[in-house]
């Protein structure tokens, strides 16, 4: 009776942060519509956390598991899933060359074919998934084995995502595009979620929030040594450009 106590505890903190975990991203996207530019953000946590989204929701839903045993990861990947879509959507909308917001264009730029590839991966992985445990898988075992295999490596992925910029906060000594509240909720949701998963014996909710945590309090520990650094650094794309043109310049003169 305490366990189910605590493992509804759990699960209701567990709703809380993940719905913040993945709205934590709006902070960003209003930064990014206002300016026009996804600037030195990058596009790799958004297009993971979709995956995992998606792949949880399929997880949850009888099909995979035993009835509605996990009615809670449905939901709240649900929401997860249309957040992060229209995440990815507004990053290729402002990935042009000039920052402004195009959708039909015959040249993308290389962001732009940088998330094309990453949702085609995406959508390849999902249908694989999604075609082999419905057709050819028979019964939940092996359907939550095969399905909560992917998932677990995938959510592993998610939760440290982050750390793709972490190069680009040691470089600049600046954490602007290393977003706070998506580090802190990650670390947060999976702290929760992995004693949820192992009260409830279920390896495929617990093995990738037991690994996320500390993933989530590293990038913490990360933005608490730089946040007092200088800011509004120029991403190291432009940096690049700029010591290219001077080069060049140089060139010229001489």
Request: with cysteine; hydrophobic share 45%; net charge positive.
């Amino acid at each position: 009776m305490e366990e189910d106590k605590l493992r509804l505890a759990l699960r209701i903190a567990g709703n809380v942060t993940s719905v913040l975990l993945y709205a934590a991203p709006i902070i960003t996207f209003r930064r990014v519509i206002r300016k026009q530019s996804t600037e030195g953000f990058s596009c790799v946590p958004y297009v993971v956390t979709l995956m995992t989204t998606i792949l949880y929701f399929w997880y949850g839903l009888p099909i995979v598991s035993y009835k509605w045993e996990n009615i809670t990861v449905v939901t709240i990947c649900g929401v997860g899933a249309l957040l992060e879509s229209s995440f990815v959507l507004i990053y290729f909308c402002f990935a042009s060359p000039k920052g402004k917001a195009r959708i039909l264009t015959i040249k993308f730029s290389k962001m732009q074919r940088i998330v094309i590839l990453m949702v085609v991966g995406l959508i390849i992985v999902i249908s694989i998934t999604i075609l082999v445990s419905a057709s050819i898988l028979r019964d939940h075992h092996h359907r939550k084995v095969f399905v909560g295999s992917i998932g677990l490596v995938v959510a592993t992925a998610m939760y440290g995502s982050p750390l793709v910029v972490v190069k680009q906060v040691l470089q600049t000594k600046s954490v602007e595009f290393m977003p706070f509240y998506l580090s802190l909720f990650s670390f947060l949701s999976s702290s929760l979620w992995g004693p949820y998963g192992l009260l409830g014996h279920d390896p495929f909710i617990a093995l990738p929030n037991l690994l996320g945590s500390p993933l989530g309090f590293f990038q913490l520990v990360i933005y608490c040594i730089y946040r007092k650094r200088r800011t509004h650094q120029k991403p190291i794309s432009e940096i690049d450009l700029e010591k290219n043109g001077e080069i060049k310049k140089s060139n010229q003169s001489n």
